[in-house]
């Protein structure tokens, strides 16, 4: 199961993924891309790692709009 958070920033939208099964995790991270392409939204990948606790996690940050 994914953990799925976003933190809107003013212009800026950060998105944060969390599972303990790092192809799940992927391919959540790929529909959101989907949504908010790079194209429009300057999606990107901040930061993306193994936590402490085994689980994976990557950290986009967008524009709120395009």
Request: glycine content about 6%.
């Amino acid at each position: 199961m994914v953990q799925f958070d976003e933190t809107n920033a003013g212009s800026s939208v950060y998105a944060h993924f969390q599972s303990p099964e790092p192809t799940e995790l992927t391919k959540a991270v790929e529909r959101y891309i989907l949504d908010y392409p790079e194209a429009g939204y300057m999606t990107r990948v901040e930061e993306q790692g193994q936590n402490i606790d085994g689980t994976y996690y990557i950290k986009l940050w967008r524009l709120s709009s395009c």
